[in-house]
Structures are given as C-alpha cells and as structure tokens.
C-alpha cells in the first residue's frame, strides 16, 4: 500500500511563487522514482519534473515542459519520503491540477513526461491557479 499527499497548491498572481509537497507513507520502497504532473481539463496529463531512485533531477525535455525551464525546481528532502516542486516566477498557463506520481524503478523511462499511465502510484493532486 503506498499514498502520496500534495499540498502547497493555492490562488497566486503572476510573478508569484508556491511550493507544492508531496508526502509518501506506506511501502515507500515501491516509490523510488518520483515525480510531478500536471493537468488542465480537455487536455493530457504532462510530466514536469521528477527525482529518479539516484537522486537525480529530471526534467521533462518536450515543448510544454520548455516553458518551465528555470522556474521549476524539484527535490527531495533528507528521507526521501517528500518531493518538493518549487515553482517561482509562475505565469497564468501554469494553471493546472498538479499530481505526484511514483514508479517502483530506480529510473526513469525515456520521455517518461509523456507516459503518465506508466505510474502506478498517484496522489489526489492539488490545484494551482495563477491570475494575471
């Protein structure tokens, strides 16, 4: 049994800055891949940024996730139990449902971003709005 908890979602006006949390409890061991989505409705959940079983950053490389790029930050804190995603400088098509999302290998798959039904393990997600 594994339950990913987000927080940290909220109203903010552009320019502004959140910090999203997701907490794991259970079997975390099946977890050791992590990640952030996000979803607008009418449209495919995308991956935004994940921290694989080495701990290492991993930023989704398509044309949506180009908008993020040095905005977003994700980590992880000393337990390996919290992913962190760091958002600054937000602007209003950040707007979306974000969800944490965990997957049992150590690494990620290519264009992991794209292939949200590849993980197993999702959180209820929290929801970000940026006004302009």
């Known amino acids: 049994q594994v339950q990913l908890v987000e927080s940290g979602g909220g109203s903010v006006q552009a320019g502004g800055s959140l910090r999203l949390s997701c907490v794991v409890s259970?079997?975390?061991?099946?977890?050791?891949?992590m990640a952030w989505f996000r979803q607008v409705p009418g449209k495919e959940r995308e991956g935004v940024a994940g921290?694989?079983?080495?701990?290492?950053?991993?930023?989704?490389?398509?044309s949506a996730a180009d908008s993020v790029k040095g905005r977003f930050t994700v980590s992880k804190d000393n337990t390996g139990n919290i992913l962190y995603l760091q958002m600054d400088d937000l602007k209003p098509e950040d707007t979306a449902m974000y969800y944490c999302?965990?997957?049992?290998?150590?690494?990620?798959?290519?264009?992991?971003?794209?292939?949200?039904?590849?993980?197993?393990?999702w959180g209820q997600g929290t929801q970000v709005t940026v006004s302009s």
């Open positions: 999302a965990a997957v049992f290998s150590h690494t990620f798959a290519s264009e992991w971003y794209s292939k949200w039904s590849s993980f197993p393990y």
């Open positions: 259970g079997n975390t061991w099946r977890t050791r891949s």
């Open positions: 921290i694989d079983g080495f701990d290492r950053p991993n930023y989704a490389a398509d």
